[in-house]
């Protein structure tokens, strides 16, 4: 069993639309990342979190440590937020990572 | 431009025939790591370098080597590649794990046959 579960592992949007990304965990964590994989394959960091919230421009994310939750939020995305995001996990000095969602955001 | 590359971006090669596979970076970074990408795995961890001559295993360090003799690279070797190691892999970098930013570098495609 993977120690990070993501959900859902597709999801389709239409412009506009608020979007919900799902991460939980089993392990203790020292914290958890939030990646952006492009079209292409790169890989960029979005977010680091060990408690709360952070917020860049259209993208929040949010961490609940009791119930080992987190979530990833696109406010009015847009075709170019299509890609795959990644949740990874810190423990020690190691990361674990989920299998990805996967968004199609619809003109 | 602070960036990882990676060489080459794509290899075929067979089983058996060693190869290495180089990351660079350019941003005195302390920490390196090499992932593997699998469909309906993700990513794992293969090895992971703290600094300059120290190397930890990951979750799925077997049939991999790696080396850290300067603090720019960190190159990941497979002295006997076989078809179950034909996989896209990435090298990443940060100051440490602990930094909010890891640098990815661009990729490599690998199929053994």
């Known amino acids: 069993k993977n120690e990070v579960e993501q959900s859902p592992q597709n999801l389709t949007a239409q412009e506009g639309e608020f979007i919900t990304i799902n991460c939980s965990y089993s392990v203790g964590i020292s914290a958890l990342h939030w990646l952006q994989q492009h079209p292409g394959g790169g890989i960029v960091s979005l977010f680091m979190?060990?408690?709360g919230k952070k917020k860049h421009g259209r993208l929040i994310a949010t961490i609940n440590i009791q119930e080992k939750h987190s979530s990833l939020h696109i406010t009015a995305s847009h075709p170019r937020d299509s890609a795959v995001y990644i949740c990874a996990v810190r423990g020690g000095n190691q990361f674990y990572f989920g299998t990805g969602t996967s968004l199609t955001v619809i003109p | 431009e602070a960036q990882v590359t990676q060489n080459p971006r794509y290899l075929i090669t067979v089983t058996g025939k060693k190869l290495t596979v180089t990351c660079s970076q350019n941003m005195n970074h302390e920490y390196m790591s090499w992932y593997r990408q699998d469909p309906g795995l993700g990513l794992r961890q293969i090895y992971y370098s703290m600094n300059v001559e120290v190397t930890d295993k990951g979750d799925v360090p077997e049939g991999y080597k790696v080396s850290r003799k300067e603090k720019r690279n960190f190159p990941l070797i497979l002295e006997s590649p076989s078809p179950n190691q034909t996989s896209l892999y990435f090298c990443a970098s940060s100051l440490s794990p602990a930094q909010e930013t890891q640098y990815f570098g661009p990729g490599t495609r690998l199929l053994v046959l």
């Open positions: 979190l060990s408690s």
